[in-house]
């Protein structure tokens, strides 16, 4: 077993990971997320992402996942040293204490004590240049998705898309998140309908292996639901469940928005019937029209709705909801929690559990971003209602604590964010600047989106009022304009700095691959254009022997290609 009876997260570090190094986690080794649309990946969803070596995974289609710069880093852990994509992790372990005195859990304990003791030892002992088959692996197909979420953006829905083609780009965005609202990100979905993606090609070459050991393979989007990929992997399950060795031990799980109109929701309801271990994740964090704001394309009432219907009609083993903590959010959360724990008193205390993800872009719409009178307002009632929850010591029809320790430990690392952390992460802007892209932004997306920041949060009107933001005297002529306006293409030239954080370093116009300049969109010229990648701890000379070295570095993960524009991970 991962954790001895009764082990808390720091005993495990200390038993575990803390004699491998100071900064080891399994997560580089056996957890990945891929994006098969464009060809990019992540240890996890805190790291920016980084390509995809489309010439490597023509002979080695593990290198989906087993990329030269995740083998850089995976050295780099079991030296001990910190590699500076993982910055989500130092942040919370640098603080002194969390709220209950405790040393602070990050996310790479979490992530590691999923995994057995003996794979642990297994990567922690192997040479880094070996590849290594995943344990648990996130998946997105395409960008399809008829949610358009305010934290979200082009590169991860199609309604997005429609938003920046119909409005334009986001204007007057200053600090960093400027680059993921200015353009449709056309790098996101690089093939055409009849063109083969060679991602996409390398995932189902690797299956018959990866298949035998996988342990998880989770389905994120764009919607899944949405996806023809998705259903037939659903059909997968149906025809291999008692065939195939790792069919029915695998956890199939897929990340859905919950957003799907009830005959869909029925349809998979259904297809779950088949699954051995189906897994469903979902994302909220605020109620009614609060929620309904942050997450665009939200029914507050169906989405309730349909997850009751899966709760009860399903073949569920597990539902979990991941909370994507905004600065919005934070008004109603305690609403929300509670809505997950009447969930849990019908359902058990599995359904569903909650895990706390504190939202690092785009970082004006971070809980840094908000002042400190509203900060200690929802950190008391943050802490009143974990106080409620421990006060009360809940237990479900099978005798397991409604608010497993684990969770409990989220909340309380949240109540600490809220109260200690008194400065944005590194190196991005200042709270000024924040808060007038907090203000800039969410003019536009009212306009856009039919919605009215004052009526939905009352509590934040004062304060969003007093928000500082410098009208512009021009309008921008480095974004893409609206549609019906666009007599010449321009993109943004993103870049992933040493930070982590993702900056617009050039604005050019798109051109054909005869330096034409492009007029419409979407165009072939843009076929080319492939996602950034950290450019932190790369030591390009390291590789500058090997064979094809120059042809690899364009879209491969050694070293930045200037040629290349990206955007990095949510
Ligand atoms: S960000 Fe944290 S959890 Fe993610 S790979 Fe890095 S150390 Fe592991």
């Known amino acids: 077993m991962p954790r001895k009876d009764g082990e808390s997260d720091n005993e495990y570090r200390s038993r575990v990971i803390d004699p491998i190094s100071d900064s080891f986690c399994a997560a580089k080794w056996l957890n990945a997320t891929i994006w098969l649309g464009h060809g990019g990946t992540a240890s996890c969803h805190h790291p920016p ?41 130092w942040k919370i372990e640098d603080m002194e204490k969390d709220s209950d005195g405790n040393r602070p859990v990050s996310d790479r304990t979490f992530k590691t004590v999923i995994y057995s003791d003996e794979d642990i030892e297994r990567i922690a002992t192997a040479d880094t240049s070996d590849d290594v088959n995943l344990k648990t692996l996130e998946i997105a197909f395409d960008r399809t998705c008829q949610f358009a979420c305010s934290y979200c953006n082009p590169a991860f829905s199609t309604t997005w898309v429609k938003d920046i083609r119909n409005n334009g780009g986001y204007e007057n965005i200053k600090s960093d998140a400027r680059g993921h609202f200015i353009d449709d990100a056309p790098y996101a979905d690089p093939f055409d309908k009849d063109e083969e993606n060679p991602y996409v090609k390398a995932f189902w070459d690797w299956w018959p292996e990866l298949s035998l050991e996988l342990e998880e393979l989770r389905i994120t989007g764009g919607e899944p639901t949405m996806s023809d990929s998705v259903w037939g992997l659903f059909d997968w399950f149906k025809e291999n469940a008692d065939t195939h060795p790792n069919a029915k031990n695998m956890r199939f799980a897929i990340n859905s928005n919950l957003g799907a109109k009830p005959a869909l929701i029925q349809k998979l309801a259904e297809a779950t019937q088949h699954v051995n271990k189906f897994h469903l994740y979902s994302s909220g964090e605020a109620v009614g029209i609060q929620g309904e704001y942050i997450r ?23 539902f979990h909801m991941m909370m994507t903590i905004n600065a919005l959010c934070l008004d109603t959360i305690t609403e929300f929690l509670d809505w997950v724990l009447n969930m849990k008193r019908e359902f058990g205390s599995q359904n569903p559990r909650f895990s706390v993800n504190i939202l690092r872009f785009p970082s004006f719409q971070s809980p840094l971003t908000l002042p400190d009178h509203l900060r200690t307002l929802y950190h008391n009632e943050l802490k009143a209602w974990l106080n409620g929850v421990r006060d009360r010591n809940e237990h479900d029809q099978k005798g397991q604590p409604l608010v497993a320790p684990w969770e409990q430990e989220q909340v309380t690392r949240l109540i600490e964010y809220l109260d200690v952390v008194k400065t944005p992460h590194r190196n ?66 993103r870049e992933v700095n040493e930070d982590g954080v993702v900056e617009v370093k050039e604005v050019r116009n798109r051109t054909n691959s005869a330096g034409e300049v492009v007029h419409g969109t979407p165009s072939k010229a843009l076929k080319g254009r492939k996602t950034g990648e950290s450019q932190d701890d790369y030591d390009d000379e390291k590789y500058a022997d090997e064979p094809d070295y120059k042809k690899k570095r364009a ?16």
């Open 49 to 89: 992402a980084h390509n995809i070596d489309k010439e490597e995974i023509k002979t080695n289609p593990s290198a989906i996942h087993n990329t030269r710069h995740k083998k850089k880093m995976r050295q780099m852990m079991l030296d001990g040293t910190r590699p500076k994509e993982c910055e989500y992790c």
């Open 428 to 493: 991005t802007a200042d709270r000024k600047l924040l808060e007038h892209d907090f203000r800039v932004f969410y003019e536009q997306y009212d306009k856009r989106r039919g919605k009215d920041f004052r009526k939905a949060f009352p509590r934040l009107v004062e304060w969003y009022d007093s928000l500082e933001f410098t009208p512009l005297e021009e309008p921008e002529d480095d974004i893409q304009k609206p549609k019906g306006h666009r007599e010449v293409e321009v993109y943004a030239h």
């Open 555 to 570: 879209g491969s993960s050694i070293g930045w290609d200037p040629d290349a524009d990206g955007l990095g991970g949510q």
């Open 296 to 318: 665009d394309g939200l029914d507050w009432n169906q989405w309730k709705q349909n997850s009751v219907i899966l709760c009860r009609e399903g073949n569920i083993a597990g």
